[in-house]
């Protein structure tokens, strides 16, 4: 979804690159095939660039929700989102967008500048991760604004455009970017808090008007999560090829009213 531009200092960096010899890209795009929970195959797209500090992951599920993550480094921001498929004759919109944003931690996913040397041998392999953490569940308590989110990251711009009134955040993350110096009115509180005992879950709700608190569960298949290290003849370990992990996320969100959460009910 990043297509790799060439703009003219990353070219001027592949020219030194070149010039010392040494293969090392800035950009790069992975296709790897992975097996999805329902045992369907997938073909998964892992974007990085080490110049801009980004790694995007994107695949489509079976049911033809599409997932994709950025993680931006220079930010220390992630970025999750979901286009879920809707049901047009249910009175839903041809697909609905999703976006949580929140804190990328230190060793979430590899480094960028590892990723865009990350080579496949075989790409016929279906791979599954090694391993599997632990679902985290997120309560998104706060709504970020679109036009005002670019000192935040500037991909949230183009990955959420399609997400519009489902921006979603949490409490904590604000307050660590606010120490950080963001403003603080690109973050909007909503009216309840999903914690509170005065909003109903989606699912309870049998009122499509009522607002309710939804939730949406999704796992990242599989993804690059920690650097191998292996000994050679030299004094120290050096990197030699990654550990896959998958991991699930559990968002509950405030929304204005049931309608806009139709996968909670079945659930
Ligand atoms: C986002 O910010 C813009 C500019 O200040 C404002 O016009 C708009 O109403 C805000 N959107 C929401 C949903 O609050």
């Not at 999750?80 to 979430?108: D, N």
């Not at 909003?199 to 309870?204: E, H, I, V, Y």
Request: aromatic fraction near 8%; charge should be neutral.
């Amino acid at each position: 979804m990043y297509p790799c531009s060439i703009s003219p200092t990353s070219l001027r960096i592949s020219l030194v690159v070149l010039a010392l010899l040494l293969s090392v890209s800035v950009c790069s795009e992975l296709k790897v095939l992975v097996r999805l929970p329902d045992g369907q195959v997938t073909a998964e797209t892992l974007e990085s660039d080490s110049e801009r500090d980004i790694i995007s992951v994107e695949f489509r599920h079976t049911d033809g929700t599409l997932i994709t993550f950025l993680a931006d480094f220079k930010r220390h921001v992630k970025i999750l989102r979901a286009l879920v498929l809707g049901e047009p004759e249910r009175g839903q919109t041809q697909y609905q967008g999703l976006c949580f944003i929140s804190r990328l931690e230190h060793g979430e996913i590899i480094p960028s500048e590892a990723m865009v040397r990350l080579r496949q041998k075989n790409p016929h392999v279906v791979r599954t991760a090694e391993e599997k953490r632990a679902l985290e569940r997120m309560s998104m308590n706060m709504a970020v604004n679109l036009t005002l989110s670019w000192p935040l990251s500037s991909h949230i711009r183009s990955m959420c455009r399609d997400a519009q009134d489902f921006i979603y955040t949490r409490e904590q993350d604000v307050k660590y970017w606010l120490e950080k110096g963001v403003d603080a009115s690109i973050f909007k509180v909503f009216p309840q808090n999903v914690e509170s005992a005065g909003l109903p879950s989606c699912s309870a709700t049998t009122d499509l008007w009522q607002p309710c608190s939804c939730s949406y569960t999704l796992r990242l298949e599989w993804y690059p999560c920690m650097l191998k290290y292996c000994r050679g003849h030299g004094p120290s370990p050096y990197k030699c090829g990654i550990r896959s992990c998958s991991k699930a996320y559990r968002f509950d969100f405030y929304t204005s009213r049931k309608q806009l959460c139709m996968w909670d009910e079945e659930s």
